[in-house]
């Protein structure tokens, strides 16, 4: 059985820095794609950062220069390092693994700045 768990959330003062981890577990084929999404209370689901398996990086324009995303393919792992944390950052944070065959979402982690 194939899951998804982030990890690595919590609150921070603005300025702040957090690292989430999220780790694919179980047997997924040919990993595209691992990416970060965030949902802030109300709102949609917005796409926060993705890494494909070649290493190319898209992120939305509020996180640039802020955050950065790595991954560690031999352990189906993808990391987002945020920096520089701001009150409209808090969200609820989704990790994101696609393949051919899958496309997998975690349970979500919490991120909240505040003072």
């Known amino acids: 059985q194939v899951q998804v768990v982030e990890s690595g959330g919590g609150l921070v003062q603005p300025g702040g820095s957090l690292r989430l981890s999220c780790a694919a577990s179980g047997t997924i084929f040919r990993i595209n794609a691992m990416g970060w999404y965030r949902q802030a209370p109300g709102k949609q689901r917005d796409l926060v950062a993705t890494?494909?398996?070649?290493?190319?990086?898209d992120y939305a324009d509020a996180v640039k220069g802020r955050f950065t995303i790595s991954r560690d393919s031999a352990k189906n792992t993808v990391y987002l390092q945020m920096n520089s944390l701001k009150p409209e950052d808090p969200a609820v944070y989704y990790c994101n693994v696609r393949s051919p065959y899958h496309n997998l979402w975690g349970q979500g982690t919490q991120v909240a700045v505040s003072t």
């Open positions: 890494i494909t398996s070649d290493g190319s990086t």
